[in-house]
């Protein structure tokens, strides 16, 4: 299982990339740290599809 940290990091990774906004990577950052759902990013698959990306769950990361 992967800790708040990684997803936190994941998180991150696709601010950076530009695939989520500001407001976006905020709301999902106060989910991560107020839950201990395992499908929190899944909200990002119809963003994350046509990049080429998917998330794969907490126990992976998103793959290009």
Do not use: Y
Not at 12 to 36: A, N, P
């Amino acid at each position: 299982m992967t800790s708040k940290i990684d997803q936190l990091k994941q998180l991150g990774e696709l601010k950076d990339q530009g695939v989520l906004t500001e407001t976006e990577f905020k709301d999902q950052e106060i989910r991560i740290l107020s839950s201990s759902s395992c499908e929190l990013l899944s909200d990002f698959d119809p963003i994350l599809e046509p990049l080429g990306m998917q998330w794969t769950g907490l126990s992976e990361k998103a793959s290009l």
